[in-house]
């Protein structure tokens, strides 16, 4: 009968019981009557050790195993320990010894070992938890490069369904995990970059300050979920900030932009591409606020002030305040004739204003 049976079944079976007796005490005691005579595999038997062990009946589970030892069941002997260890008040060396042997006896060291309640008494228990530890991360890398594998499959073949469910299957296998995250950056990146570059051209008067245009649903949708993993990576690499940043500013997402220039550590280049955002995005007012702050702050640095009265100008612009703004630009390029950006400029406007 165990072979119909499953842990999750077991779990499902103890959830049933519990809203049935509504109590802890009396579904234990059911279940321990139900599997009293039944073979359990191991998987089932450390479902239901667990769940007595999680109640608080040690006294109980210990009881139970002890009768199960001969039925041809497979004793989960690290719950064995732990609930032995937690109902007397003193275990004597030949019950260390017997659980040690009969551990052994059925090659189940390495499930004695996942309890730390005999380390003291065999460091063997030791040695094989560190085995079990390295085989588990042995494991963990052959799936991690079974995936991997497939997924550049998946990848060179164009199959976007199958690559998106492995790199899913990637990230709740390895959460936290550089090399998964990058990936599924890149997917999302090249993700927005293909519907981008399949949008129609939209003519697009050539002007200073970007046009405000309702970006599609579905773009918005793409780069919301890059902004979205951009933040979950900052928790464990905040120095990316101002790199996310400047590749939401390439795909026009300044308010995204900004919301991760917050979390940017205090840098020059913090400063000035939030000054920059400001501008793209037209907050004028804002920009003027914030460059009196940068004006101070970079004082001793020479290229300060025609930053500075560059990025003012554009903004007095932008404020309609035009002949103020041209006269700034007129005074930059007369202080400095190379700063070839701001002649370019200014020649574009007294076209405009004229």
Not at 65 to 90: M, N, Q, V, Y
Not at 109 to 123: I, N, Q
């Given at each position: 009968m165990s072979q119909l049976r499953s842990a999750t079944s077991i779990e499902m079976e103890i959830q049933a019981f519990l809203g049935h007796f509504e109590s802890p005490e009396l579904a234990a005691d059911a279940l321990i009557k139900k599997y009293e005579k039944?073979?359990?595999?191991?998987?089932?038997?450390?479902?239901?050790?667990?769940?007595?062990?999680?109640?608080?009946?040690?006294?109980?589970?210990?009881?139970?195993?002890?009768?199960?030892?001969?039925?041809g069941s497979k004793i989960p002997w690290g719950h064995f320990a732990e609930a032995i260890f937690?109902?007397?008040?003193?275990?004597?060396?030949?019950?260390?010894?017997?659980?040690?042997?009969?551990?052994?006896?059925?090659?189940?060291?390495?499930?004695?070992?996942?309890?730390h309640v005999l380390d003291h008494f065999d460091e063997e228990l030791i040695h094989?938890?560190?085995?079990?530890?390295?085989k588990f991360v042995e494991k963990a890398e052959r799936k991690k490069k079974e995936l991997l594998s497939q997924l550049e499959v998946f990848r060179s073949q164009g199959l976007r369904k199958e690559e998106d469910q492995t790199l899913q299957k990637l990230s709740n296998l390895f959460p936290g995990d550089m090399k998964v995250y990058q990936l599924q950056m890149e997917h999302r990146e090249r993700l927005a970059q293909d519907y981008i570059a399949k949008?129609?051209?939209?003519?697009?008067?050539?002007?200073?300050f970007p046009l405000f245009e309702k970006k599609d649903p579905e773009e918005e949708k793409i780069l919301f979920e890059i902004e979205k993993s951009m933040h979950e990576a900052l928790?464990?690499?905040?120095?990316?900030?101002?790199?996310?940043?400047?590749?939401m500013m390439i795909w026009d997402f300044d308010e995204g932009a900004l919301r991760l220039l917050e979390k940017a550590p205090e840098s020059p280049?913090?400063?000035?591409?939030?000054?920059?955002?400001?501008?793209?995005?037209?907050?004028?007012?804002?920009?003027?606020?914030?460059?009196?702050v940068l004006e101070a702050k970079y004082s001793e640095d020479a290229e300060t002030v025609f930053a500075v009265y560059y990025l003012r100008a554009q903004a007095l612009w932008g404020l309609e305040q035009k002949k103020l703004a041209i006269e700034i630009l007129e005074g930059m390029i007369e202080a400095r004739p190379a700063y070839r950006a701001a002649t370019s400029l200014l020649r574009e406007w007294k076209e405009d204003f004229l």
């Amino acid at each position: 009968m165990s072979q119909l049976r499953s842990a999750t079944s077991i779990e499902m079976e103890i959830q049933a019981f519990l809203g049935h007796f509504e109590s802890p005490e009396l579904a234990a005691d059911a279940l321990i009557k139900k599997y009293e005579k039944e073979k359990l595999s191991l998987s089932e038997f450390e479902a239901l050790s667990t769940y007595l062990l999680h109640c608080g009946f040690a006294g109980t589970l210990s009881d139970f195993i002890s009768r199960k030892l001969s039925d041809g069941s497979k004793i989960p002997w690290g719950h064995f320990a732990e609930a032995i260890f937690l109902s007397i008040e003193t275990v004597s060396n030949e019950i260390k010894k017997a659980l040690i042997e009969g551990a052994d006896e059925k090659r189940r060291m390495g499930h004695l070992a996942r309890s730390h309640v005999l380390d003291h008494f065999d460091e063997e228990l030791i040695h094989q938890r560190q085995l079990r530890r390295k085989k588990f991360v042995e494991k963990a890398e052959r799936k991690k490069k079974e995936l991997l594998s497939q997924l550049e499959v998946f990848r060179s073949q164009g199959l976007r369904k199958e690559e998106d469910q492995t790199l899913q299957k990637l990230s709740n296998l390895f959460p936290g995990d550089m090399k998964v995250y990058q990936l599924q950056m890149e997917h999302r990146e090249r993700l927005a970059q293909d519907y981008i570059a399949k949008r129609p051209d939209k003519p697009r008067k050539e002007i200073f300050f970007p046009l405000f245009e309702k970006k599609d649903p579905e773009e918005e949708k793409i780069l919301f979920e890059i902004e979205k993993s951009m933040h979950e990576a900052l928790q464990s690499a905040q120095s990316l900030a101002s790199d996310f940043a400047l590749a939401m500013m390439i795909w026009d997402f300044d308010e995204g932009a900004l919301r991760l220039l917050e979390k940017a550590p205090e840098s020059p280049e913090r400063d000035w591409l939030k000054a920059e955002v400001l501008l793209r995005s037209r907050r004028f007012l804002e920009l003027l606020d914030e460059l009196v702050v940068l004006e101070a702050k970079y004082s001793e640095d020479a290229e300060t002030v025609f930053a500075v009265y560059y990025l003012r100008a554009q903004a007095l612009w932008g404020l309609e305040q035009k002949k103020l703004a041209i006269e700034i630009l007129e005074g930059m390029i007369e202080a400095r004739p190379a700063y070839r950006a701001a002649t370019s400029l200014l020649r574009e406007w007294k076209e405009d204003f004229l």
